[in-house]
């Protein structure tokens, strides 16, 4: 016997429907402890190589340069280590990116303002701070620092943001959502180094379904809107790595934030016309305590 011959007709189905479940439930443990295990065994044993290419390779490179050899070999051994770095770069965003389904959520309500102020000044900061944009503004300008006139482009974006009395309340993850807007700013500051003067607008606007639309649209560089798709792939750029530097995993890890989130995300474009990627995320007060935890 089953154990369920004794029960009513409804009561049986219930019990067998609260037993479906928690045979779910525990192949779903036991997929994520499974996915956790490898995780740590990629992490461990691909970085552990990564760790000696690098290491060598810089104790090789000063026995090169000690010996006063062809500054050419010098140029091959850098090249070498900055792929190395690219790839342990590489590696640990696989594993972010990996572990965001099994993440805690900390979901509830998220006042946008001050999360929007929050990311816009991180991404200010930066891109300040990034290397390329210093290498591309001193190739310009080569008589001035690039660290200055790093600053001074920033300083020359036009910001247009929502008013504060638009700001609503999502509900959301306070910490992811400052994430993805970091990085969807990221790339708008990014991808708009060549306009004159680069323009970034952050529209906010009810959307059915008591939820709210964000978007995010630069002035830059763009790409054909057939393409949009592929960017929110792992590893898929659009641009040479020597135009716009980046891995490919920004996009990916923000699809599956904003999923996490109860939310969807989109993208369109066209050559040399920006960007615009729109954000959909629930309400505060219109999703349940778990919108964001599935």
């Known amino acids: 016997m089953d154990g369920l011959g004794d029960l009513p007709g409804d009561e049986r189905g219930q019990q067998a429907q609260a037993d479906e479940v928690a045979r779910l439930r525990a192949e779903l443990d036991a997929a ?5 295990a490898f995780l740590r065994a990629v992490s461990h044993d691909l970085r552990a190589p990564v760790r000696h290419i690098l290491a060598y390779g810089r104790l090789v490179r000063e026995t090169v340069a000690q010996s006063n050899a062809d500054p050419e070999a010098l140029q091959f051994l850098d090249t070498i280590a900055q ?30 303002g001050p999360v929007l102020q929050s990311a816009v000044a991180a991404a200010r900061t930066a891109a300040a701070a990034a290397p390329a944009l210093k290498k591309s503004v001193a190739a310009k300008e080569p008589t001035s620092s690039g660290e200055g006139v790093a600053s001074a482009w920033i300083d020359t ?20 959502l400052q994430e993805v807007l970091v990085a969807l700013l990221d790339n708008a ?10 323009r970034i607008a952050v529209q906010v ?7 709210v639309d964000i978007t995010v649209q ?37 699809r599956r934030l904003v999923a996490r989130m ?28 778990d919108a964001a935890a599935s």
């Open 32 to 36: 994520r402890q499974e996915q956790e």
């Open 189 to 198: 500051l990014k991808f708009s180094r060549g306009a004159q003067p680069p």
């Open 83 to 112: 792929a190395g770095q690219q790839l342990g770069s590489m590696i640990d965003g696989l594993i972010q990116l990996g572990r965001i389904g099994s993440a805690p959520a900390t979901p509830g309500p998220v006042a946008l």
């Open 157 to 176: 974006v036009h910001w247009d943001l929502p008013a504060a009395e638009a700001w609503p309340v999502l509900w959301a993850d306070a910490g992811w």
């Open 218 to 254: 630069d002035n830059g560089a763009g790409f054909p809107a057939a393409q949009a798709g592929q960017l929110f792939q792992v590893f898929q750029r659009l641009h040479p790595a020597s135009q716009f530097e980046g891995l490919g995993l920004g996009l990916a890890r923000c």
């Open 262 to 289: 109860g939310g969807t995300i989109g993208i369109s474009a066209a050559p040399h016309q920006g960007c615009t990627v729109c954000l959909q995320l629930p309400a505060a007060g219109t999703a349940g305590p």
């Open 205 to 211: 606007r009810p959307a059915p379904g008591n939820r």
